[in-house]
């Protein structure tokens, strides 16, 4: 079981930043590729980024590339989502999530076994 807890969400304007993080505990933090995904009002939850359980690879949503960077740092069982060039269109719920490491990344929110609570993203125009 890992538990998983998202902070830094807030309001911010269009054209700022904001860094996620994602907190680990229960199991090996090391074990886990990590994704991170997000749920607006009335829309399905989306893939926004993944990273390797070594952090030295990773995957980006079409629509966040080049504005949004994931990492991780092991030593601190976290996960980081740095969010700059926000749009009004990134304003959702953003959620972290576990995927065991010997099944490899993934994008798809059923692949990952293990989500935290969640964490709102609010950016106006």
């Known amino acids: 079981q890992v538990e998983l807890v998202e902070s830094g969400g807030g309001v911010v304007q269009a054209g700022g930043s904001l860094r996620l993080s994602c907190a680990a505990s229960?199991?090996?933090?090391?074990?886990?590729?990590m994704g991170w995904f997000r749920q607006a009002p009335g829309k399905e939850r989306e893939f926004v980024a993944a990273?390797?359980?070594?952090?030295?690879?990773?995957m980006y949503a079409d629509s966040v590339k080049g504005r949004f960077t994931v990492s991780r740092d092991n030593a601190k069982n976290t996960l980081y989502l740095q969010m700059s060039s926000l749009k009004p269109e990134d304003m959702a719920v953003y959620y972290c999530?576990?995927?065991?490491?010997?099944?490899?990344?993934?994008?798809?929110?059923?692949?990952?076994?293990?989500w935290g609570q969640g964490t709102q993203v609010t950016v106006s125009s």
């Open positions: 999530a576990a995927r065991a490491r010997v099944f490899g990344q993934s994008m798809a929110v059923l692949a990952y076994n293990y």
């Open positions: 229960g199991r090996t933090f090391s074990n886990y590729n």
């Open positions: 990273v390797s359980w070594d952090g030295e690879s990773t």
